[in-house]
């Protein structure tokens, strides 16, 4: 893969996909420096303390039920750990997204005569790590017979965990039930499951969740499953997982 154009970015903040509003987005991860230099050095050392994560996004300023960008940000000030996912190239199976859980810190909304209302959100990391993964599963899924994508993420080693996050956008009705979980096997047929991870049942639209785990060292596939309690049970989900080396 060479250099890209941003075109298509995705952008999820906790059960929203709010990338239709934005023009500009900006994810990063740092960690502090800590001096550890002592009498008798002749440079200056330093270990590696806390990491953050920090996204800037700005767009247009949009009030409407459809794009709600000024109503989730607005109520987003100070508030405790959102999911959020950065997709650079679209949604495709496999494309890869970067998700972490943060907490947002500021809104502003202006402009000058004459322009567009533009806004910029501001949010920092919230005890979780940025993890760069992949597209699990997207779009309307859900019935009690799901389509399942299988990944070989490789086996997961002694000082890693598997990540995975949830964006539940939209729910086909009232009183459903969407469970979504993340299996692992050995083999891309899946003959032998085991749940690594399950996320809590989600019943309305607008949720998320991130989760973490140490799940098994043998086996090498993965999938996301997202399961409906009902036949005609649907849910507009984004899930993304990865293996990255845990977090302290």
């Known amino acids: 893969m060479g250099e890209m154009v941003l075109k298509n970015v995705k952008c999820y903040v906790g059960g929203y996909d709010l990338s239709g509003t934005y023009n500009q987005c900006k994810l990063s991860q740092n960690a502090d420096l800590v001096d550890k230099t002592a009498f008798g050095s002749s440079a200056r050392k330093r270990a590696a303390g806390l990491k953050d994560v920090e996204l800037t996004v700005g767009g247009f300023y949009n009030p409407s039920s459809s794009k709600q960008n000024a109503h989730v940000h607005f109520l987003n000030v100070g508030c405790t750990g959102k999911e959020i996912t950065v997709v650079p190239q679209g949604t495709g199976l496999g494309n890869i997204a970067y998700f972490s859980n943060a907490c947002q810190s500021e809104y502003s909304a202006g402009g000058n005569i004459g322009e567009m209302l533009g806004f910029n959100v501001v949010a920092y990391g919230y005890g979780a790590p940025l993890i760069r993964g992949q597209v699990a599963e997207q779009g309307l899924m859900g019935t009690t017979t799901p389509v399942v ?100």
């Open 149 to 248: 994508t299988p990944v070989s993420l490789g086996f997961r080693s002694t000082n890693q965990r598997l990540y995975a996050a949830h964006h539940c956008l939209t729910m086909s009705s009232s009183g459903h039930k969407i469970t979504a979980s993340i299996q692992i096997s050995s083999a891309s047929g899946f003959a032998a499951i085991t749940t690594a991870l399950k996320f809590n049942q989600t019943t309305i639209a607008n949720r998320s969740e991130f989760k973490s785990t140490a799940c098994s060292t043998a086996k090498q596939w993965y999938r996301a499953k997202i399961t409906g309690s009902a036949a005609a049970v649907r849910a507009n989900m984004m899930v993304t997982f990865g293996l990255q080396k845990k977090f302290n």
